[in-house]
């Protein structure tokens, strides 16, 4: 097991899965773009399903609703994206034709990343006050996803796995986000609009799971 | 201006229990409640209301204890009131800041100083900065944790865990501080410091206070309310709900309960002292099949057939083991049992006790019964106490009876229960016979 994330990179590495990293552009700047930005979508997703878990003392003996537990994760994740961009800016020095305007839309891409990840973990939060074994397997997930989610290179959407894979939320979400923002493919403003509008979408559906759920959450928070 | 805190109108929690006693609700069951859906119970689940029916009010500077058995649901009510739990019927309207200390640990961090949980605290209490660092020496000192504030809260005792939650409370809630036996763990400086404290702060703040002591009730609270089995069966004026609840927590059935709460209990004079008896073992939650068990003075006392035909018999009306008498009544008490075997020596003690359980008197029969060869033998035995003129003042009392013969035989904690009305004016517990006299200089 502690093997398994070398052999599975290696092994996709060497069948070809991350072959493609853009036109062009340095490999460091689209391993160090994605995996800050795929950082953003499963810190989003893994806090929140453990949160309440997390502070359930809290939220038991001193009455602190949910909702502040999951605001709370929005920062910390905005607050952990804020030190790697500024780090990854402070890195552009090696690859001055890299800072372009359209490094002002990381924060927007990231908060819609984080809209949709805390969407997603607020509602398996739900299920994780019932079945707790969930934090961990989300955990594990998170971490596995890292390889399908374009971090280490574009992935081939014509075979079997690349059509499986481009379609995960992770996949499009990283690889949108990076693109924009290293400005090696023209902003689509359909498809920004388009994932911003799915973001909120299942930010709505999960506020109004929050409040249905809210009784149940309490009764057996313990 | 009178300002209402807090108003509860027909409040009803309930819990769906599988058939096997488990809380967990089924996927489904999770699945169509976040959705809205209507859930509901299958065959192998039953809804269990934890409280029902439950309406009360409550206005600034009022308190209110809140009394009940164990499974009263007593600290389900409080958990509404602080938001911890959400009704499932009827509507609960909450004016003012509204915190408390309903749980051991209070919500601490445990890896965090005390200092800094402190600030966490205060800050979900909606204090700012500058208000904590206001009050900060005062909760310090309060709590008395002078030398151990910058100590994980991990290495505090419940007790001290218990004087920081207090502390913090008690600064930092407005409105309405809720407590749940919280007292019952802080030592007994403490607790007598939280007591001058809570009658300082009543007149500004509002208390639900919920305790097992009733003389605490009686001190802090203006109106109380006696829960039992989730619904309230008595609320309003303090003195009348302890008076219902002392009779109720000697009971074990429901249905005798809601009786002796209709019962009308009246007055009548002195007779014979045969007239009334009352049998203890068929009355008594004491059972036969029990072979021991360890009274409040840690002795073990237990029933092996050596005794039987136990029963008390009083020179007042007894009532279901209730009397009613005036400060100024003299009484006698018969206790009669049937010794089965020969023992070694026999002790009856008969020790009266306050409500709250302190020992009032402490009588026993040792300076004439121990040894005596007639006593020990089998048969029938009769033993009188009587008291000239009631030595105690206005309140509820009850008689304890121990037949001992160690390590003793037969225990009964409520043997009788005696209410006594202060008629000619004088003040505490006890009466004493003191010479008074004076002289001008």
Request: aromatic content about 12%; some cysteine.
């Amino acid at each position: 097991m502690p093997c398994l994330p070398v052999i599975l990179y290696n092994a996709l590495n060497y069948l070809g899965i991350f072959a493609s990293t853009g036109d062009g552009v340095p490999r460091a700047l689209i391993i160090s773009f994605g995996i800050t930005f795929y950082l953003v979508f499963s810190e989003s997703i893994v806090g929140c399903t453990n949160c309440l878990e997390l502070n359930k003392s809290y939220i038991n003996k001193t009455g602190l609703d949910i909702i502040p537990c999951y605001v709370s994760i929005v920062f910390a994740v905005l607050m952990s994206f804020s030190i790697r961009f500024l780090a990854l800016l402070v890195a552009l020095i090696f690859y001055a034709e890299y800072y372009t305007f359209n490094l002002l839309y990381a924060p927007i891409l990231a908060l819609s990343i984080i809209i949709f990840g805390v969407s997603i973990g607020s509602m398996l939060s739900i299920f994780a006050t019932f079945y707790r074994d969930l934090t961990n397997f989300v955990q594990m997930m998170a971490f596995y996803l890292l390889f399908a989610s374009g971090v280490f290179g574009f992935i081939d959407a014509t075979t079997t796995i690349g059509k499986f894979v481009t379609v995960l939320p992770s996949y499009i979400y990283v690889t949108f986000s990076r693109s924009v923002v290293l400005g090696y493919q023209e902003i689509n403003s359909s498809g920004f609009i388009y994932l911003v509008i799915i973001s909120f979408v299942l930010f709505v559906f999960a506020m109004y799971l929050q409040r249905n759920a809210k009784s149940i959450i309490l009764n057996h928070l313990k | 201006m009178i300002q209402l805190i807090l108003k509860l109108r027909e409040v009803g929690k309930k819990f769906t229990l599988k058939n096997g006693g488990s809380l967990q609700p089924t996927f489904l069951t999770i699945l169509k409640t976040i959705l809205g859906f209507r859930v509901h119970i299958t065959k192998s689940e039953t809804d269990y209301w934890a409280l029902r029916d439950i309406n009360m009010e409550l206005i600034k500077g009022e308190s209110i204890g809140i009394v009940g058995l164990n499974g009263a649901g007593k600290s389900t009510l409080l958990k509404l009131l602080l938001k911890r739990l959400v009704a499932d019927e009827g509507t609960i309207e909450r004016h003012g800041s509204i915190g408390g200390l309903i749980e051991l640990g209070a919500g601490f961090h445990p890896e965090q100083t005390g200092r800094k949980n402190i600030y966490v605290n205060a800050r979900l209490n909606g204090a700012t900065d500058k208000e904590i660092n206001a009050k900060l020496d005062s909760i310090i000192k309060f709590s008395e944790l002078d030398e151990f504030i910058d100590m994980p809260v991990k290495t505090y005792s419940s007790g001290m865990t218990i004087r920081l939650g207090f502390s913090i409370a008690v600064h930092f809630v407005k409105d309405l501080i809720v407590l749940d036996e919280v007292l019952a763990v802080g030592d007994f400086e403490f607790k007598q410091k939280c007591h001058r404290l809570i009658h300082k702060l009543k007149r500004e703040k509002s208390f639900v206070l919920v305790s097992h002591n009733t003389r605490d009730i009686s001190l802090f609270c203006d109106k109380a309310i006696f829960l039992h089995k989730g619904r309230i069966i008595k609320y309003g004026d303090v003195e009348e709900v302890m008076k219902t609840f002392s009779i109720v927590r000697r009971n074990d059935s429901y249905e005798d309960l809601i009786s002796r709460i209709e019962e009308k209990r009246e007055k009548t004079p002195e007779t014979n002292v045969d007239n009334q008896s009352y049998d203890i073992l068929n009355n008594s939650s004491f059972s036969e099949s029990e072979e021991y068990r360890i009274n409040k003075f840690g002795r073990i006392y237990h029933n092996r057939k050596i005794v039987d035909n136990v029963k008390v018999y009083s020179s007042r009306p007894l009532n279901n083991g209730e009397l009613y008498l005036d400060n100024t009544d003299d009484l006698t008490i018969k206790v009669e049992f049937n010794l089965k075997v020969e023992v070694s020596h026999v002790r009856i003690g008969l020790p009266f006790f306050a409500e709250n359980g302190d020992m009032i008197i402490g009588p026993d029969s040792r300076r004439f019964t121990m040894s005596d060869k007639n006593l020990c033998k089998p048969g029938a035995k009769i033993i009188y106490i009587k008291l000239n003129e009631c030595p105690f003042n206005e309140g509820r009392y009850y008689v304890c009876l121990a037949i001992n013969n160690d390590p003793g035989f037969l225990f009964r904690e409520h043997l009788v229960w005696i209410n006594i009305k202060n008629t000619n004016g004088s003040f505490g517990k006890v009466k004493t016979n003191l010479n008074w006299s004076y002289e001008t200089i």
